[in-house]
């Protein structure tokens, strides 16, 4: 018997010696592929039909808007009120994009990669919850930049063009107050499944189960109730904050509660993420 003897192949194995970019890099390359998922960029032709279908729809309705106001030269709906009047809208982009963002991931099984090095999962909830929030924040406040422009180039004096901008930013911070809440909730309930269409249906059923609870509360005889009436449901929650900090054109009041709808939105959006936080440590150690 003739005395085993081994073989070392050199098959080329080197070291890798470039830059080691770390967490803010692989936080920032998550995001920005969160955001692009959003609209379906770099995706199929078929990803990118309903957002941009949205998108599409909420970017004219800004057009007419701003074109009927040069004509009469009335505001027609103000930038305050523009993202009440897209409700719905938002409410199924988010049904659909919160699942494309984290629902796949759940599916795929790539979270362990994800969850490996130097990426906490702290930060997978973070960039998911900034690309959802910052997708809605365009899809409201980019037709509100276009009615301010059209506003703008309508005026007939630099003062004028400083009231519209005004009244411009007060829009933009309330898109800012939809967006957050709507990423929180959404990301939420599309965390519980892999299957997007559950998502989907899930996230849409959640805002229609709790609307007519507001209606419920809205005509009991209490007018504490009353004013407390909005805080039942997402969308009128955000409503509600938006009464308190900028009025409502159709007069709507929520007495003295602004303050605690302005607590309870908050309230909403940190508890999200709390349990976005818990759900994937318990998929991660699952």
Not at 102 to 111: M, P
Not at 182 to 199: D, E, N, P, Q
Request: charged share 10%.
């Amino acid at each position: 018997m003739s005395d085993l003897t081994g073989v070392i192949h050199d098959i080329g194995y080197q070291r890798y010696t470039g830059p080691r970019l770390g967490r803010r890099y692989v936080f920032g390359s998550l995001y920005t592929h969160g955001l692009r998922t959003a609209f379906g960029l770099g995706r199929s032709a078929k990803a990118k039909i309903f957002p941009w279908f949205v998108l599409g729809i909420v970017a004219l309705t800004g057009l007419i808007l701003a074109a009927v106001r040069a004509q009469v030269g009335e505001v027609v709906v103000t930038y305050s009120s523009f993202a009440d009047t897209m409700a719905w809208l938002v409410i199924f982009f988010v049904a659909v994009v919160a699942p494309e963002l984290v629902s796949r991931d759940l599916r795929s099984g790539v979270l362990p990669l994800y969850f490996s090095r130097p990426l906490p999962r702290a930060d997978y909830v973070y960039a998911k919850f900034a690309a959802l929030a910052t997708a809605v924040w365009l899809l409201l406040g980019g037709p509100q930049l276009l009615m301010f422009l059209v506003a703008a180039f309508s005026a007939d004096s630099l003062k004028a063009v400083w009231t519209e901008v005004g009244d411009l930013v007060p829009g933009l911070i309330y898109a800012v107050l939809w967006a957050t809440v709507f990423a929180g909730l959404g990301l939420l309930i599309a965390s519980l499944t892999g299957k997007r269409a559950f998502a989907a249906g899930g996230i849409v059923a959640v805002f229609l189960m709790t609307t007519p609870i507001v209606g419920v509360f809205a005509v009991l005889p209490s007018q504490t109730l009353n004013d407390l009436a909005l805080m039942f449901s997402p969308s009128s929650l955000v409503y509600g904050v938006g009464v308190w900090l900028f009025g409502s054109e159709g007069g709507d009041d929520v007495g003295s509660f602004g303050p605690l709808y302005a607590a309870v939105a908050v309230g909403l959006v940190a508890g999200c993420i709390a349990l976005l936080m818990a759900r994937y440590r318990k998929v991660a150690s699952s």
